[in-house]
């Protein structure tokens, strides 16, 4: 299978953690009707008709750019105590070995980009070690967005208590390691960070153009249902509002620029530049990657 493709002077590379499926209902403005209107997009990669459910990949992005190596978001971890979220409650992934696969070593990750601070975006930040919660990747700055880290704190405004677990296990162990970002943040010469609040508070964007420009959204759109219908909300997300708001900009520059959208949990080939038809937008060409 391809697992890597260059963008320009970078190297993107799909590392894998786990598949699951959840109920379209979780998509609760948008008609069952819109999901067979669409079944040419749709169909096998994201939605399966029979069951009907959407499908999901857990992975992190990894990217050689500016002599740096990157991962952005690390997914739902092994040994998690998850009962709000059964499949994501207890497991034993492969995780590390698909890293080691793709030729990295946690040693040498320079930087750990959490585009926000959901359960299954920082879950490898740490791993289990003798009892204790310890960093995966030693060497790393690990980036956050202060506005999440305030929100999701245990001292924070928010009143999500199995956050609090997340919290505990996969943000704090990492804590010398930290570094807040707030508003737009230049991580390198052809890396930046910019705001996209709405599925949580500091939800953030990644914009590489290291010759080829691409933009990596995390949760802006969970599957592409939401690229036809971006005003249709997912029931992640906790201000739907601002969500939709965020995601017809970002879209909508994507689509200007010709950038290659990549989000968090697309399966099949990862992303796809887009171009903007009527109040949504559409699919030009897939990323070349292999399909999962």
Known sequence: MTDRVALGRATLTRVVELRVQMRTDLFGQTPAQAWSDNADLLEP?????AADQWKIAM??????????????DTGVGNDRHRPHFPPLHQLSTGYLDALAEA??????????VNTHLHTDHVG?????VDGAWVPTFPNAR??????????FSPDGDSTNESMRIVFADSVLPVADQTE???????????????????????????WLD??????????LTH???????PDDPCAFDEDPAAAAHTRHRVLTEAAQRSATVVPAHYPGRGGARISARANGFTVDEWLGLSGI
């Open 124 to 128: 490898w930040n740490t791993r289990l």
């Open 45 to 49: 990669s994201f939605w399966d008709r």
């Open 59 to 72: 992975q992190t992005w990894v990217l050689h750019v500016d002599g740096m190596t990157v991962l952005i």
């Open 180 to 206: 807040l970002y707030s508003g737009d943040h230049q991580l390198s010469d052809s890396l930046w960070l910019r705001p996209a609040g709405g599925h949580t508070p500091g939800s953030s964007v990644v």
């Open 223 to 229: 599957c592409p249902i939401q690229l036809v219908r």
């Open 210 to 219: 290291a010759g080829v420009p691409a933009v990596f959204v995390g949760d």
């Open 142 to 151: 690990y980036l956050m967005p202060e506005a999440d880290h305030r929100h």
């Open 103 to 112: 030729g990295v070593a946690p040693e040498s990750v320079d930087v750990v």
